[in-house]
């Protein structure tokens, strides 16, 4: 089993919505914080936004602050991205990621990455 499993992406047009959602195993869940990031072709992979293990802090990516949340749900081990008027520069791939680390913008400070999924704005 996949320790993170992203899904929900798709094609959206501008200024559409889009949630995503990240499946991970119940010891990841429950002993890491939890990360979106993303990456669009020639650019490396940047931090979206983070919630701590307790879901008590969320942290957001200057970018997206104001247009994206982040929500945990333990009862099915569970993490969200809900995003908001999206633009064309949202559109990449985005990685659902865990680490113990309180950097929560630093890519390399996170152990275990989800395999993708795909964001498409349409203009």
């Known amino acids: 089993q996949a320790q993170l499993v992203e899904s929900g992406g798709g094609l959206v047009q501008a200024g559409g919505s889009l949630t995503l959602s990240c499946r991970a195993s119940?010891?990841?869940?429950?002993?890491?914080?939890l990360g979106w990031f993303r990456q669009s072709p020639g650019k490396e992979r940047e931090f979206v936004a983070a919630i701590k293990r307790d879901g008590r802090s969320t942290y957001f990516a200057d970018s997206v602050k104001g247009r994206l949340t982040i929500s945990r749900a333990v009862a099915d081990y569970t993490v969200h991205l809900q995003m908001n008027s999206l633009q064309p520069e949202d559109a990449a791939v985005y990685y659902c990621?865990?680490?113990?680390?309180?950097?929560?913008?630093?890519?390399?400070?996170?152990?275990?990455w989800g395999q993708g999924t795909q964001v498409t704005v349409s203009t």
């Open positions: 990621a865990a680490g113990p680390y309180c950097a929560y913008t630093e890519k390399t400070k996170y152990y275990a």
């Open positions: 119940r010891s990841v869940f429950l002993t890491n914080h």
